[in-house]
């Protein structure tokens, strides 16, 4: 790119925000990128600044010299950071009056220079003696202050361990100092609501980088202004956001109260006195503010969750904190009570590690409330019709309900609180509604029950949703739940005489209550297989004619076919005429392919001699489909999309897994290999769209792990097509399906020649796609799918692999694939080159050990040096934390492989590390080096590697 003028960038930003052609406002946007990138934005953008022409334009400035100094601040010279200071410090107070937005892009700035330029010492002591005496210049000063602490922890910023623990130092020096000066404000500005949003949202900041001193907090007046606009009834929405955000970060920071004692007890103080303000928000239903006082009250409780574990209604282990959640519970609005979710997930580990009866005894009358609170919430609105979606925000909340409930019912126990939720059925004739959702809530802690639970426990639960089939005048609303004695009768009652009678209310009932009868009868059933009728199947049928119901009935029937696999086996032609009869059901694709799944588990449980003409059958109408779609002449401009019919192919070839012994056929095999000219022809059809040959490997792969080596007959075409449809379509799902080819066959002698020459057919297009211009960044998928075949030969022949000229190749891939930070693609890369060393390591006793040994001494020769130093430069600057576990297990295997030539080549890796920043800073220190390479070099075990790294790495973060 050449260098623009100041013009030609002025038009590009008019063109970005006001060209009517969005092609023409694409084409800016990516001049305008381009131009961030070059070394030509730092001159640019300043010049704009100066020039002042309009807010678009100098936003836009302000963002370039924003983002140059976090991701480019290596590009300017020292001897420049001065007065790239004093420029940014100029410009900000120019155009503090021109828009807030372009302040903040520029006091963020002016604070990721700050924290990267080393030589500019103490700088909010600067920042205050420069502009605190000057009012017109707060506004920007405070918005430095605030973004600055933020920014110390910014992962945009590689300022390093040693310079972050300088910064962290610097600022809790000047801590006070930033205080007074807020208090200050607030004296100055009294009532001024945008000055004291500033100054709460600056004082948070402080908070949540945690160097504010708690004994000068403690005494400060700034605590006091914060929980009276908290109690004012007056308050604005923003200020009181605000506010609570800053109560928040207090909290947060103090959760070490032992340390934090004189401050902690003003916030506890401080927040028990917002109830009456919570109470004037919900008269006023001022949503707003109910949910901010929520989360200031969870917090509380999360501040203080140990405290009150360990010492129960005493001091700060006040119980009232659990009334003040309590109270929020109550709450008309689902998304009030779901703020305070993760204190109560926490609550319940807590209890649940002590084991301590008597500390349950106190907790449980909380969560005895909480769960009836739990349970209005998920009542659905009268009038709902259709059926309720899982992913809408109140179907995810109900989940998370849920969820909850299963985490905290050891406390009141599953007999107790069924008897509790059930006792509110028999009080009058409660609305479907209420009844709906409470047998929501017993149906989550139904399917927790300990499998180990008494049968008459177990039949208990059972009679309790029977019961729920609440039909006026229905023997089963009023049968005692006293009658144990009776159980077994009374289901097998309910079996042969339950669906039939549904069957003749379902016409006049409503949908809602249609669907709760469905749901209990896929829970009831779940609970007692033995009791799986006919007339309960019929029952189940009829809902999947009803277009509403169909899918819920769909999802019973595969929740049975899962759980009951052997007992279902007697009604297979059931589930066969079912699955013919798929497309004539108003199904969704997931029920669909769930009916599938379960009628192929139920397969596989019948005998042997039966499971290839059923297996036949139920995939007969999807390989019918796919031939007629075959048929089609593509000039006719129909659709001919066969991935419906390939995915319920995957998923009977998936879940058919009957028992075979050894040396018997396997039953499945002939179905099989009569279908794979289809499937041969469906991917050669469609061999340019990655959808649809995803979709085919996909059924291959689940059809080669059915049958096992029994598919044998099937490699030398399959792998004939793969290879030259890769030739020409690169799709990374033919690497995946091959690597499970090598799982299967790859210790099969007769075998290992081919599959290598499938590897070699696959690698080269492999490597011209990856080989490209950011290649290995636009195509993860590829990364990961080669190195999961490659890890495949590792594991399955490796002799066959070193002994080619191909791994020279592929190891230099994978090294240079260790920058990547895709997290499967890594992961995949990292455990190729720990298989491949391992196997030089690992003495397993087989003859060809000394040959690996000598293979793999070979390569690391080669490679050993590269690899060690690419490494550690990744770890350093190109991999996020969680991938350095897999680092690690990489270089443990190259020290356990070969200890004094490692050390040597981590002594060269760590020489080659900068020790300094742009920005003049110290990264890393000689001692710290050395202590490094002695952590991993005297290591005995891995995780001590890991954790040297961890530590390290932060140096360069």
């Known amino acids: 790119m050449e260098k623009p003028t100041v013009a030609l960038v002025y038009q590009a930003v008019q063109a970005l925000y006001h060209d009517p052609d969005p092609a023409g406002k694409e084409r800016a946007s990516v001049w305008l990128g381009e131009l961030q990138r070059s070394m030509y934005a730092w001159e ?22 924003k983002m140059k100094i976090q991701m480019s601040f290596f590009e300017l010279p020292p001897e420049t950071h001065i007065a790239l200071r004093d420029s940014l410090l100029s410009h900000i107070q120019s155009l503090k009056d021109l828009s807030p937005i372009i302040v903040t892009q520029l006091a963020l700035a002016i604070a990721d220079l700050a924290l990267q330029m080393a030589s500019w010492k103490g700088c909010v002591h600067t920042l205050i003696e420069k502009y605190s005496n000057d009012v017109s210049s707060m506004t920007f000063l405070i918005e430095i202050l605030t973004v600055l602490p933020e920014e110390v922890h910014s992962r945009s910023l590689r300022i390093g361990a040693n310079r972050r623990t300088e910064i962290i130092e610097d600022l809790a020096y000047y801590s006070s100092t930033v205080v007074t000066l807020l208090m200050t404000c607030v004296e100055k500005s009294g009532s001024n609501e945008k000055m004291l949003i500033k100054v709460f949202r600056c004082l948070g900041s402080w ?27 007056e308050t604005s929405t923003n200020l009181h956001e605000a506010a609570s955000d800053c109560v928040c970060s207090a909290l947060y920071a103090i959760e070490n109260v032992d340390t934090h004692m004189p401050l902690a007890q003003q916030l506890f103080q401080g927040v028990l006195t917002l109830e009456t303000a919570y109470h004037m928000a919900v008269a006023r239903e001022d949503l707003d503010k109910v949910l901010n006082y929520c989360r200031i009250f969870t917090e509380l409780c999360e501040t203080f969750l140990e405290t009150t574990v360990r010492s129960p209604g005493q001091g700060m282990g006040d119980l009232r904190t659990l009334e003040l959640l309590l109270i929020c519970a109550g709450h008309p609005q689902y998304e009030v009570v779901e703020i305070s979710f993760n204190f109560w997930y926490r609550l319940g580990e807590n209890l649940y590690k002590t084991n301590d009866p008597a500390l349950h005894g106190i907790f449980r009358p909380y969560i005895q409330r909480l769960l009836h609170g739990l349970a209005r919430h998920c009542q659905l609105d009268p009038d709902h019709e259709g059926i309720p979606e899982d992913t809408d925000d109140f179907g995810e909340f109900r989940m998370r309900v849920s969820d909850l409930v299963k985490d905290v019912i050891f406390l009141v126990g599953s007999m107790e609180c069924f008897s509790q939720l059930y006792s509110t059925l028999k009080e009058g004739n409660p609305p479907w509604e209420v009844t709906e959702a409470v047998l929501f809530i017993m149906a989550a802690i139904a399917k927790s029950v300990d499998p180990m639970c008494t049968a008459t426990s177990r039949l208990y639960f059972l009679i309790i949703f029977l019961c729920y089939f609440s039909i006026p005048g229905s023997f089963l609303c009023q049968m005692p739940v006293t009658l144990f004695c009776y159980v077994p009768a009374v289901l097998r009652m309910c079996a042969c005489v339950c669906a039939p009678l549904l069957a003749v209310y379902s016409g006049c009932a409503p949908l809602s209550v249609r ?6 009868l896929d829970v009831c059933m779940t609970l007692a297989p033995l009791y799986v009728t006919d007339p309960v199947l019929n029952y189940l049928m009829k809902g999947l004619r009803e277009k509403t119901l169909a899918s819920v009935a769909a999802k019973a029937i595969h929740n049975i076919c899962s759980v009951c696999r052997d007992h279902m086996a007697q009604h297979f032609q059931g589930l066969l005429d079912i699955a013919r009869a798929l497309d004539s059901f108003a199904l969704t694709t997931e029920a669909a392919v769930g009916l599938l799944k379960g009628t192929a588990l139920v397969l596989a449980r019948l005998p042997l001699e039966k499971i290839a003409e059923c297996l036949s059958d139920l995939c007969a109408v999807q390989v019918m489909a796919l031939k007629k779609l075959l048929s089609q002449d593509p000039r006719n401009g129909k659709a001919a999309d066969p991935t419906v019919w390939l995915d319920r192919l995957a998923v009977i070839f998936r879940h058919t897994n009957p028992i075979v012994e050894n040396g018997q056929t396997h039953p499945c095999q002939k179905v099989i290999q009569e279908i794979w000219p289809v499937l041969s022809e469906t991917l050669n059809t469609h061999q340019a769209d990655n959808r649809i040959v995803e979709r085919c490997c996909r059924c291959l792969r689940f059809a080669v792990r059915c049958v096992g080596k029994g598919s044998a007959s099937l490699l030398q075409p399959l792998v004939t097509q793969m290879v030259s449809v890769y030739q020409v379509y690169p799709h990374s799902c033919f690497l995946y399906l091959g690597s499970i080819l090598v799982d299967e066959y790859g210790m099969e002698e007769g075998c290992r020649q081919g599959l290598l020459d499938m590897l070699q057919a696959l690698c ?12 290995l960044r636009n195509h993860p998928d590829t990364v990961d799918d080669l190195f999961r075949l490659a890890t495949r030969f590792v594991q399955r022949s490796p002799i066959t692999l070193l002994s080619s000229g191909i791994i020279v190749h592929i190891i230099q891939c994978a090294i240079a694939a260790t920058t990547l930070d895709h997290r499967d693609a890594n992961c995949s890369v990292m455990k190729f080159v720990r298989d491949l060393i391992h196997t030089g390591v690992s003495n397993d006793h087989e003859d060809d050990f000394e040959l690996r040994k000598q293979l793999i001494g070979q390569a690391m020769g080669q490679h050993g040096q590269q690899l060690v130093t690419q490494l550690m430069h990744t770890c350093c600057f190109c991999l996020p934390p969680y991938t350095l576990p897999d680092v690690a297990e990489v270089l443990w295997e190259i020290m356990v492989f070969d200890r004094p030539t490692f050390c040597r080549w981590l002594e060269n890796a760590l020489k080659g590390l900068p020790k300094e920043t742009s920005g003049g800073a110290v990264t890393v220190t000689h001692k710290q080096l050395t202590d490094f390479h002695k952590q991993v070099t005297s290591a005995e075990e891995c995780k001590q590697v890991c954790w040297a790294i961890r530590e390290f790495t932060r140096l360069f973060r």
Do not use: H, I
Request: one cysteine or more; hydrophobic letters at 50%; aromatic letters at 10%.
């Open 44 to 65: 640019l953008a300043d010049q704009l600044l100066q020039l002042k022409q309009d807010v678009e334009s100098c936003y836009f400035a302000a963002q370039t010299m």
């Open 207 to 233: 908070f949540n980088l945690g160097v504010l001193d708690s004994n000068f907090m403690a005494n400060n007046q700034l605590l006091m202004v914060l929980f009276q606009v908290l109690q004012r009834d």
């Open 515 to 520: 669907l709760c009868w469905l749901r209990t």
């Open 764 to 775: 080269m297009p492999t490597f011209q796609l990856l080989e490209q211009t950011n290649g």
